[in-house]
Each structure stands twice: as C-alpha cells, then as structure tokens.
C-alpha cells in the first residue's frame, strides 16, 4: 500500500524536525514545501506531503498513518 501525509507546521524549526523525523521514518518527499500566511495567527506555516510504500499490506481508512 502507499501511504500520504501532509504534514504541517510553524515556519521554524520545529517544523523542520517534524519533517526530518518523517525521513528517518522511511517517508518520501512529495514535490516541494508549501507556505502560508495565516492571519489570525500572524504567521507562517508551512506544509510538506510525504509518502511512504508499505509493502504486505491492504489499505483501510483505519490505517493510523502514525505509526508507519
């Protein structure tokens, strides 16, 4: 199965560790970053898809894409 996460974040660091702990995890990055003004919060965030293939196993929305 193929599995796809959009991860999300704060324009800083912890965004990037957030990210960089999905890679040590066996993600892959989907195309490149996105970016955000979010005005109620007067700040930048930001988003990445990963995705991952899992090999021996059948997709269900119950999957908690977490624990891959």
Request: charged share 25%.
């Amino acid at each position: 199965m193929r599995l796809y996460r959009f991860l999300t974040g704060p324009d800083d660091s912890s965004f990037c560790h957030k990210v960089t702990a999905a890679l040590n995890k066996g993600w892959l990055l989907h195309g490149g970053p996105a970016y955000a003004y979010d005005a109620e919060a007067q700040t930048m965030r930001c988003g990445q898809a990963v995705y991952k293939e899992v090999q021996g196993e059948e997709y269900s929305p119950d999957v908690k894409l977490g624990d891959y």
